[in-house]
């Protein structure tokens, strides 16, 4: 089977680096090449050993162009990425997007709708839907191991600099924005759409950079009949290393914590009767210890197999939808 031609756009995104790597060491992947719009930035690149040997493409035509080129990883900077996957999308490539999908929700809808008429593949670059421990725990809630989930819990803060603050801030909700929706996606995979979103926006760690959400909390309500349920998500951008991340489930039979899920060992269950090839009690189960990196190479593999057909995608594009949405609800971009 010939190899996948493949290229990048962008840099800037945290996880580009680890996005190139694995393209690069994919038997499967034939990368044609990286274009950064900002020349100085890839001046400095060429510094950076995680970026030796890239072919630097010096137009983004050469990669819109070039029929060849089936798929792009869109690795921009949050302000443009949007840009730049739409541009994608209209030259008909795949694109394995990172997160979030920009802040402009008709425009996303509309290059949605563009993929889905053109049968293009945008995959979201949430990277723990391919962890053991967040796979294992969305088998147990939808197998119903665990009951009626009531209460799901996350927390997923970091500490960061203040010059990425800075280049984060221009986004309305600050560190909520930039992270939350790796735990949106697990949260509305598990429980669908939120009825009510409910955001504590908040500036706690002095004047780094005035005005900064840096520590914030959100709660999502479920109103279904006849049982309800709710989450709580909660970010920060000053939480000491190594950081405490942690997701937890509650149900009436059951409940699953994940604590660190990165990196993760064990996932603690607690069931009050047999299910799942557990009996009733508490069970430390190990999963798979998995790197960044490991996760960054299982999205890739997915994001090829659907594009030779071999599977459907993990996520619709309905569900990228909805996590973006719910991502711009929480910071009060939209109602």
């Keep these: 089977m010939s190899p996948i031609r493949m290229a990048q756009i962008g840099t800037k995104h945290g996880h580009a680096a680890g996005k190139l790597s694995s393209m690069q060491r994919h038997p499967d992947v034939e990368l044609i090449g990286v274009y950064e719009p900002d020349v100085a930035h890839r001046r400095t690149l060429q510094h950076d050993a995680r970026w030796q040997g890239v072919t630097w493409l010096d137009e983004m035509e050469r990669i819109l162009d070039d029929g060849s080129i089936v798929a792009v990883a869109s690795e921009g900077l949050n302000v443009e990425s949007l840009a730049h996957t739409e541009a994608l999308v209209r030259a008909g490539k795949h694109v394995w997007y990172d997160k979030p999908a920009g802040e402009d929700w ?3 809808q509309a290059v949605v709708e563009d993929a889905r008429e053109r049968e293009l593949v945008i995959q979201m670059g949430f ?3 391919y962890h053991d421990g967040f796979r294992r725990i969305a088998e147990w809630v939808q197998t119903e191991s665990l009951g009626h989930v009531f209460a799901v819990r996350a927390h997923m803060s970091t500490q960061i600099t203040p010059a990425q603050r800075e280049v984060i801030g221009v986004h309305r909700g600050g560190i909520y ?5 790796h735990m949106l996606d697990q949260i509305v995979w598990l429980l669908g759409r939120p009825d009510r979103v409910s955001p504590f926006m908040r500036h706690d760690d002095g004047d780094i950079v005035p005005g900064f959400v840096d520590n914030a909390l959100v709660v999502y309500e479920y109103d279904r009949q006849p049982r309800g349920a709710m989450a709580f998500v909660d970010i920060a951008a000053m939480e000491p290393s190594p950081m405490a991340r942690r997701f937890e489930v509650y149900g009436t039979l059951g409940s699953a914590i994940l604590e660190p899920f ?3 060992e064990q996932i603690r269950l607690c069931l009050q009767e047999a299910s799942a090839g557990f009996s009733a009690g508490v069970h430390m189960v190990p999963i798979v210890r998995q790197s960044r990196q490991d996760l960054y190479d299982l999205e890739l593999a997915a994001f090829l197999s659907v594009l030779r057909g071999e599977r459907p995608p993990d996520r619709t594009l309905d569900h990228e939808l909805l996590v973006q949405e719910t ?7 939209l109602r």
Excluded: K, Q, V
Aim: proline share 10%; net charge positive.
């Design 127 to 129: 990277m723990f839907r």
């Design 177 to 181: 924005y930039d992270l939350s929706g």
């Design 327 to 333: 991502i711009l609800r929480s910071t009060g971009m």
């Design 106 to 108: 008709p425009r996303w």
């Design 262 to 264: 990165e990196p993760a």
